[in-house]
């Protein structure tokens, strides 16, 4: 069952008509996973019988989403996405964009390259078809998404860059199916598409529907329903999902035009207008459609698109798609920390680059920016900031020259994220380490009584976690001045925790006395599969507990030491080669980690 279910595609899609079978020579294939044999290409039309996991099929043939298969005397349709033509591939990324050693030294959000996180950047300017318009930026948005990447801590190793000819339809089957392979738990995934977006009329057995897609290079439409079998499949494995995708739909005057001058062309391909051309406020596939997901909420993925559903969006021949480059203007430093939590969010990048949408629009007659707009986790933080005084963990190799023309210019990088007018709030920095849990984890953090009163009550409580790991309780109170880890401490070092069995604590020799003043304070609780070293960050012994003032830095580094293994250093974990690793490597190096936050009330 399709368990993942897309939004709009780059939100603002047009119409074109699908493509009819396309013959082919025959190939060998193999079933990826269980699926049913149809009778005809239809998602709801009638069975021939049911496919295995690795059971051989000779393929005949294909349509938008389908391939015409043989098997055991029976011919029928099969979804792309359950079968692999000639095999799954796991070879090297494919060569970078122009990414200079002096471009990756003026990304503003920058995070610690991992080796367990991968991207995959898909730009379609040229299409076989000379009926589609040519995106001449796409060019910029490819180095773009690819700093964008790099600053997001995916390896240079990691980032596969995809252009036209190579991105057919089955193409972009292929790469997101060798993608899903090369995958292991845990994982990061980036992926980013621009090019043309579309609407066509895909055939049911109660007839033909209005379906959003992207364009592939032969022209053929990439559905709403192939995306989310495709992310899908990486959901299953990866830890993270960020997806973003530029391009555009309108029924609008735009579906008569080409081009609107000063080198614009919308990102739309469409065909003769009806009320399948026409924008709505409902996607029938959105990824909150009924279907269950397959984690337990919207924390692990992300999904960021150049415009709503009613809204055109451009590329522009000089600079990339306009969504795009404020993207990563807004990566490069413009971005800031609205919250003084000492991160930026996916939703503080969003705001920044709406501003610059909205600055770059502002002298327009014609046109109105779109809107970026995001589902999923909107607290992700892409870019784990670089401890101060300290080397990146992993390395990050140079990039390769592969002379696809100059970046956009840059504007300098600010020093700090943190806006001068911003107060710093520990309290939400620790909401910030709470957003980048895998909340397939599921940890509880309960207190024993609602409110505590100050000078008579001693705080406890209990913490449970799916998954077994190494808990950290981290304090920050009302006057907002330090992060204070209660737990493991001096007295009781001891913080392993079994999965599914609950921890009192205080316990032993150790208890938490209610102090004031009278207000809420906030507690975290995070099990991680591997050990955390928060003196990175310069906590120090206080007493029985341990303790570092807040400070732009203390707050910027808090995070990144809580997604990152004390073991990342290990020569294991910083190999680039993760397919043979063994499960107690996998563990040893993991980032991923559960947590709950509950708030202390404190009262007279």
């Known amino acids: 069952m399709n368990r993942f279910r897309v939004a709009s595609l780059g939100a603002c899609l047009g119409l074109a008509i699908i493509a009819p079978l396309a013959p082919a020579a025959e190939a060998d294939g193999t079933m990826l996973k269980a699926d049913t044999l149809m009778k005809e290409p239809l998602l709801d039309g009638d069975p021939v019988q049911q496919m295995s996991i690795g059971e051989k099929v000779t393929i005949v043939g294909s349509r938008p989403g389908w391939y015409a298969v043989k098997s055991d005397g029976e011919t029928g349709w099969v979804r792309m996405f359950s079968v692999a033509r000639g095999g799954i591939t796991h070879g090297p990324a494919a060569s970078l964009p122009a990414v200079v050693e002096s471009d990756r030294a003026a990304i ?174 409902v996607v029938a596939r959105g990824i909150e459609g009924r279907d269950v997901q397959p984690w337990a909420g919207r924390n692990n993925f992300v999904y960021v698109t150049a415009a709503r559903e009613t809204e055109i969006t451009f590329d522009d021949a000089r600079s990339g798609g306009f969504a795009t480059s404020a993207f990563r203007e807004c990566f490069d430093g413009k971005a800031q920390d609205l919250d003084g939590s000492g991160s930026v969010s996916v939703d503080e990048l969003r705001s920044c680059a709406q501003s610059r949408m909205d600055e770059w629009f502002k002298g327009s007659k014609d046109l109105l920016p779109s809107h970026i707009t995001i589902v999923g986790n909107r607290d992700y933080v892409p870019g784990l900031p670089q401890i101060p005084g300290t080397e990146p963990l992993v390395p990050s190799p140079p990039a390769v020259q ?62 449970s976690s799916s998954h077994a790991g190494y808990l950290y309780i981290l304090y920050a109170g009302l006057d907002g001045k330090s992060f204070d880890m209660l737990f493991p401490n001096q007295l009781d070092r001891e913080n392993f925790i079994a999965a599914r069995k609950e921890l009192r604590l205080p316990r032993g020799r150790w208890q938490l006395a209610v102090q004031g003043p ?87």
């Open 108 to 281: 503003g959000v920058r995070a610690l390259p991992r080796s367990n996180a991968h991207a995959l950047v898909i730009g379609i300017s040229q299409f076989a078809n000379p009926a589609i318009p040519p995106l001449p930026g796409i060019r910029f948005d490819i180095q773009s998404a690819t700093r964008m990447a790099l600053a997001s801590g995916v390896p240079a190793p990691n980032i596969s860059v995809v252009r036209d000819a190579d991105a057919t339809l089955e193409g972009m089957v292929q790469l997101l199916q060798a993608l899903a392979a090369r995958l292991q738990p845990n994982d990061h995934v980036f992926i980013y598409f621009s090019g043309h977006g579309t609407r066509f009329r895909e055939p049911t057995a109660r007839g033909a529907q209005c379906t959003t897609a992207l364009v592939a290079h032969d022209g053929r439409p990439f559905s709403d329903y192939m995306i989310a079998e495709a992310l899908t499949a990486l959901a299953a494995k990866a830890e993270k999902l960020f997806v973003f995708i530029d391009a555009c739909y309108s029924g609008g005057v735009v579906a008569s035009k080409r081009s609107v001058g000063g080198g614009l062309t919308p990102k739309f391909f469409g065909g003769a207008a009806d009320e399948c051309a026409t924008p709505t406020n």
């Open 402 to 463: 592969s002379g696809l023309g100059a970046a956009p210019a840059l504007q300098p990088p600010v020093a700090s994220p943190i806006s001068a007018q911003t107060r710093l709030d520990p309290a939400k920095t620790l909401l910030d380490v709470h957003a980048q849990r895998d909340d397939r984890r599921q940890v509880t953090l309960r207190l024993s009584k609602s409110k505590f009163k100050i000078g008579k009550d001693r705080l406890d409580f209990v913490v």
């Open 518 to 604: 009278p207000g809420r304070d906030r507690l975290l609780a995070l099990v991680a599969d591997s050990p955390r070293d928060f003196s990175r960050i310069g906590m120090k012994p206080s007493g029985p507990f341990s303790s570092v003032a807040v400070s732009p830095s203390s707050v910027r580094s808090i995070i990144v030491v809580s997604a990152t293994s004390a073991n990342a250093e290990d020569p294991d974990c910083t190999a680039m080669d993760r397919m043979t690793r063994s499960l107690q490597v996998v563990e040893k190096c993991s980032n991923a980690y559960g947590s709950a936050v509950a708030d202390v009330i404190e009262t007279e």
